[in-house]
T-cell receptor
Framework: SQQGEEDPQALSIQEGENATMNCSYK?????LQWYRQNSGRGLVHLIL?????REKHSGRLRVTLDTSKKSSSLLITASRAADTASYFC??????????FGTGTRLTIIP | DTAVSQTPKYLVTQMGNDKSIKCEQN?????MYWYKQDSKKFLKIMFS???????INETVPNRFSPKSPDKAHLNLHINSLELGDSAVYFC??????????????FGPGTRLTVL
């Protein structure tokens, strides 16, 4: 299966702490994207990182990509209660579609 | 001002019925998608259209039929609904398409419950 595997499945941290979640895959990719889904809502795009990039930043978000290890991580710094959501990696393997991972459910404890 | 909109938001129906979900995007995107999200939050692509042409058709029962009257609309019709069709269905759109898969913009979802 080309699906991305995310870990951990669930993560609870105190507000203000950093949250890290990981995505691993098995074959070469074109790009990898991270999305957030709040409960009962649609997915919102966070960051896209291409296979020739190693790190990207957007506000409190930092994404890294290690193509040798076939893995990516999403770091959220100085977490806030509003960051509580499910986070998905989505991978483009060079065809027309995105394949979504299994998701990490993040809970920020105020 | 909603970028990607879907109707209805909730759909409760009996087994065997036929129903449709509508999607519209006002972003000027060329490509639209339908996804199914199951109870475990697993999101799976069903169909994709690029400029009204079907480009992705995953292994989906032929009871599901997408229709794209123009590039701003992609509707999903489901015949003979089954219990296993209960899920949240998301529409999405993106600029361009093909191997340069870009960020996708998602609608709010339609929660389908089949009784």
């Amino acid at each position: 299966s080309q699906q991305g595997e995310e870990d951990p499945q669930a993560l609870s941290i105190q507000e203000g702490e950093n949250a890290t979640m990981n995505c691993s895959y098995k074959t070469s990719i074109n790009n990898l994207q991270w999305y957030r889904q709040n409960s009962g809502r649609g997915l919102v795009h966070l960051i896209l990182i291409r296979s020739n990039e190693r790190e990207k930043h957007s506000g409190r978000l930092r994404v890294t990509l290690d193509t040798s290890k076939k893995s990516s991580s999403l770091l959220i710094t100085a977490s806030r209660a509003a960051d509580t959501a499910s986070y998905f990696c989505a991978i483009n393997f060079g065809n027309e579609k995105l394949t979504f991972g299994t998701g990490t459910r993040l809970t920020i404890i105020p | 001002d909603t970028a990607v909109s879907q109707t209805p938001k909730y759909l409760v129906t009996q087994m065997g019925n036929d129903k449709s979900i509508k999607c519209e995007q006002n972003l000027g995107h060329d490509t639209m998608y339908w996804y199914k999200q199951d109870s475990k939050k697993f999101l799976k692509i069903m169909f994709s259209y690029n400029n009204k042409e079907l480009i992705i058709n995953e292994t989906v029962p032929n009871r599901f039929s997408p229709k794209s009257p123009d590039k701003a609309h992609l509707n999903l019709h489901i015949n003979s609904l089954e219990l296993g069709d209960s899920a949240v269905y998301f529409c999405a759109s993106s600029r361009g398409g093909g191997v340069r898969s870009n960020e996708q913009f998602f609608g709010p979802g339609t929660r389908l419950t089949v009784l």
